[in-house]
């Protein structure tokens, strides 16, 4: 495959895991013979997401995802502002308002490149009347446009979407070939490689999180958090709540400048209308990215009271959190397996209802405050 490099270098990466989609995915693109709707299909870690960004690249880029040009470092900084991500904004799934916005925002132009890529994230939540408005523009885009779809299976998603798309099945990856790749692709060690797949979901993500010192960050403020939750009072788990906030926010900044650089290039041109249809989608764009945020804590929290569980059931070598390992064992002997089994029950329920739109901080106060009544109870 390196014969490949640095062309297509993205899509390379993104999918060691997946090599029958990479050799289908980089054929397509170095022919210049991509199509314009893509349906990802595969189980969660199976690297969907991760593929998708990565062919955006590839579509962007002038030499197929370099992975190195100034527009494949915004697409993987998630800022350039002809790749859009798309996620359901609704306990029912998408807004008919949010596939609106995304057909009147496909018949413009693109801003700085000369394509233009939307992502549509949990394509099965597009129901019957979102998915309607969306069929002729998914069948007939204009020029430039790429679509990919991500969904689980396709029998859950609608058939009219299904049969506009050109679908790609994704394999079930374990997370020991995750960490592998990982490892692979940055050179940490092991168990840091197994503990980024665990708090980041699969591998390119988890290679992103070990870049990244303000996702680390968060998750470091998560176990401190859990840490002090034995002896923490109300107000305490109150601040710690806040502390999280603040923590996942902070990764963001980057993407707001350039929202607000974006918004400014187009105050001239932009009817006031269309404006404000950017600044509400903009707005939309930086909620999902806090929501992911959010995600990944709530992630290192499973993790690590996983451990704590672990450690409870005398399973030596089996933590994932080695870097914190001090932190499982203070934890596990606080507290009985019904205990760490009723803390992982309240991150559950927590990432529920991030899911389902609950207020961040609202959200982790009530599992805090469970998580501590659980650890405790015995
Ligand atoms: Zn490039």
Excluded at 121 to 138: G, I, V
Aim: proline residues 4%; charged residues 25%.
């Amino acid at each position: 495959m390196s014969s490949h490099a640095p062309e297509t270098a993205s899509l390379l990466a993104a999918l060691d895991t997946q090599p029958r989609v990479r050799a289908f995915l980089t054929r397509a693109v170095e022919s210049d013979r991509t199509s314009h709707a893509y349906l990802f299909l595969g189980a969660p870690g199976s690297g969907k997401l991760d593929a998708a960004w990565a062919l955006a690249q590839a579509i962007i880029c002038e030499s197929h995802g370099c992975g190195t040009c100034e527009a494949c470092v915004r697409v993987a900084r998630r800022t350039h502002p002809d790749v859009h991500y798309l996620a359901p904004e609704s306990v029912t799934g998408y807004l008919i308002g949010q596939t609106r916005d995304l057909i009147e925002d496909v018949a413009l132009a693109p801003i700085r490149a000369h394509a233009k890529v939307y992502i549509i994230d949990r394509a099965e939540q597009l129901r019957a009347d979102s998915a309607n408005a969306l069929l002729k523009t998914l069948e007939e885009p204009p020029r430039g446009v790429t679509f990919i779809l991500l969904g689980t299976s396709s029998e859950t998603i609608l058939p009219t979407i299904v049969s506009r798309c050109q679908c790609v099945p994704f394999r079930l990856v374990s997370p020991a070939d995750a960490a592998a790749a990982v490892a692979r692709a940055t050179g940490a060690a092991p168990e840091r490689c197994r503990m980024a797949v665990a708090v980041a979901g699969s591998p390119q993500r988890a290679v992103a999180f070990l870049k990244s010192a303000e996702r680390q960050e968060a998750r470091r403020v998560m176990v401190r958090a859990l840490d002090a939750l034995p002896h923490a009072d109300d107000l305490d788990i109150l601040n710690a709540a806040k502390e999280l906030i603040v923590a996942v926010k902070a990764p963001l900044a980057e993407v707001k400048s350039t929202q607000e650089a974006v918004l400014s290039q187009n105050a001239d041109y932009l009817s006031r209308g269309a404006l404000k249809q950017l600044e509400d989608r903009q707005k939309r764009e930086l909620n999902a990215r806090e929501r992911s945020g959010i995600m990944e804590v709530l992630a290192s929290a499973r993790s690590l009271l996983r451990d704590v569980l672990v450690v409870r059931e005398g399973i030596a070598d089996g933590i994932t959190n080695t870097d914190v390992a001090e932190v499982s064992s203070r934890l596990a002997a606080k507290t009985d397996t019904p205990g760490a089994v009723g803390a992982l029950d309240a991150v559950a329920r927590a990432e529920r209802a991030i899911a389902r739109n609950s207020t961040p901080q609202l959200t982790l106060e009530v599992m805090l405050f469970a998580i501590r009544k659980a650890l405790l109870c015995r």
